[in-house]
């Protein structure tokens, strides 16, 4: 069993930072990547970030220069530090783990953000 328990989101005004995190607990072997997704409301999830074990990373563009990611191998937990924060940011952020050979894919229940203006 496999759990990711998210931690960080709440509410901030715009321009300010928050910071989410994420542990991958349970039985989970050879993670191959870490990161974050967001949904705003009417929307579809989209990719924010992510960090492969080789310390590869993405970010979408409309958060380059603001958000960075970071992880923790030995620990299986990956941050999410966010800076200059806008209206349109105002999401449910979601962490996500690919696995086993990118075979296994989790999910953490979510985490709210929401950037006031």
């Known amino acids: 069993q496999v759990q990711l328990v998210e931690s960080g989101g709440g509410l901030v005004q715009a321009g300010g930072s928050l910071r989410l995190s994420c542990a991958a607990v349970g039985s989970i072997f050879s993670i191959n990547a870490m990161g974050w997704y967001r949904q705003a409301p009417g929307k579809q999830r989209e990719l924010v970030a992510f960090i492969t074990s080789g310390g590869i990373i993405n970010c979408a563009d409309s958060v380059k220069g603001r958000f960075t990611i970071s992880r923790d191998n030995a620990k299986n937990t990956v941050n999410l530090t966010m800076i200059s924060l806008k209206p349109e940011d105002t999401a449910v952020y979601y962490c996500?783990?690919?696995?086993?050979?990118?075979?296994?894919?989790?999910w953490g229940q979510g985490t709210q953000v929401t950037v006031s203006s």
């Open positions: 996500n783990v690919l696995s086993d050979n990118w075979k296994k894919n989790y």
